[in-house]
C-alpha cells in the first residue's frame, strides 16, 4: 500500500534549498574558507544541527553548495535558450545577455561559483563537480562552436572574463561586458561547425 504524502519530502527539500541559498551567500561573501556549519546556520536564522541534520559533513556541505550555485546557472542559461526558440546563430546574444546578468542579478552565485573553482585546486573531491559545470557549458556551447574542444576553451575563456570583472574596481558597464563575451564566442567558431545541422543545443545531456 502506497505511503500517504504528508508534505515531508517537500519540507525537507525546502529546507535544504534555503540552506543551500544561505551556504552560497557565506562563500560569497567569505570564501570558500567560511563556509561551516555553524557559518550557514547563522545565515539562515537556523539551528546548527538543522544545518548537520541535511549535510552530515562538511565536505558534503561543500559539494551540495557548489552544485546548487552551479546548476542554477546552467540551467537558468538552458532555460533562456529553449524559452527564445534559439537556432545556433543565437549563441553569443544569449550568452552575452546571461553573462551580463551573471556579474549583476546572479552575482552572487558567480562568485560563490568561482569560490568552489579555486577551491577545487586543493579539494580533489569537488573536482568532479567543477568537470561536470564546465562540461555542461560545453554541451551548450559544442553546437555553435562545431568542436568541443573550442566550446571547452570558450567556456574557460568567458569564465575568466567574468572573473577579472568580479575582482576589478573599476569594471566594465555589464552590457559591454556582455558584448565581450559574444566576440569571443564568434572568434573561436570553427571554420565550417561539426554540427551545423543543428537547431539547438541538447539541453538535456546529463
Given amino acids: 500500500m502506497p505511503i500517504a504524502d504528508d508534505g515531508r519530502l517537500a519540507r525537507g527539500a ?3 534549498s534555503l540552506l543551500l541559498d544561505a551556504a552560497i551567500r557565506v562563500v560569497a561573501g567569505s570564501g570558500s574558507g567560511a563556509l561551516t556549519h555553524r557559518a550557514v546556520a547563522s545565515e539562515a536564522h537556523v539551528s546548527i544541527a ?8 562538511i ?16 540551467m537558468e542559461l538552458a532555460g533562456l ?4 526558440s534559439a537556432s545556433i546563430e543565437d549563441t553569443p546574444g ?4 546571461f553573462a551580463a546578468r551573471l556579474v549583476t542579478e546572479r552575482r552572487i552565485q558567480t562568485a560563490a561559483v568561482f569560490e568552489m573553482i579555486v577551491a577545487a585546486g586543493h579539494d580533489e573531491a ?3 563537480v567543477v568537470a561536470a559545470f564546465n562540461g555542461h557549458l560545453a554541451d551548450l556551447l559544442t553546437p555553435y562552436e562545431g568542436d568541443r574542444m573550442r566550446a571547452l576553451a570558450v567556456g574557460a575563456a568567458v569564465q575568466g572574463l567574468l572573473l577579472v570583472h568580479l575582482a576589478s574596481s573599476s569594471p566594465v558597464e555589464p552590457s559591454r ?7 569571443l564566442i564568434r572568434r573561436y567558431r570553427a571554420a565550417e561547425p561539426a554540427m551545423a545541422g543543428r537547431d539547438r543545443p541538447d539541453l538535456h545531456h546529463n
Avoid: K, N, W
Fill in 14 to 16: 525546502a529546507r535544504r
Fill in 50 to 57: 538543522s544545518v548537520s541534520y541535511h549535510f552530515p559533513s
Fill in 59 to 74: 565536505g558534503e556541505l561543500r559539494r551540495e553548495t557548489f552544485q546548487h550555485a552551479g546548476s542554477s546557472i546552467g
Fill in 81 to 84: 535558450v529553449l524559452a527564445a
Fill in 94 to 97: 544569449i550568452c552575452a545577455a
Fill in 126 to 128: 569537488l573536482r568532479p
Fill in 177 to 183: 561586458l556582455g558584448e565581450t563575451v559574444a566576440d
